[in-house]
Nanobody
Framework: QVQLVESGGGLVQAGGSLRLSCAAS????????MGWYRQAPGKQREWVAT???????NYAESVKGRFTISRDMAKNIVYLQMNSLKPEDTAVYYC?????WGQGTQVTVSS
């Protein structure tokens, strides 16, 4: 089993930046990719970005060019650097592996 703990959320003004972190522990040998999802109030959870063990990244169109996912394999941490934040980026952000979800971290972007 993999345990995931997110951190780094907070309140930021539109146009600002935040960096989220997700620390993985447990059966980390089983991880082949890690991703970020988000869920805004009243909306379904949506995929944001993914990074594989080979470093291949993919992004949702809504965040492409603004968000960057990266991974420190030695520390088992995945990051989400979020720049040029918009109010519509407000959501709870979740880290995910194939079998596990984190508890989420709140990101609020004020206009």
């Amino acid at each position: 089993q993999v345990q995931l703990v997110e951190s780094g959320g907070g309140l930021v003004q539109a146009g600002g930046s935040l960096r989220l972190s997700c620390a993985a522990s447990g059966s980390i040998f089983s991880i082949d990719a890690m991703g970020w999802y988000r869920q805004a109030p009243g909306k379904q959870r949506e995929w944001v970005a993914t990074i594989t063990n080979f470093g291949t990244t993919n992004y949702a169109e809504s965040v492409k060019g603004r968000f960057t996912i990266s991974r420190d394999m030695a520390k088992n941490i995945v990051y989400l650097q979020m720049n040029s934040l918009k109010p519509e980026d407000t959501a709870v952000y979740y880290c995910k592996t194939r079998t596990s979800w984190g508890q989420g971290t709140q990101v609020t972007v004020s206009s």
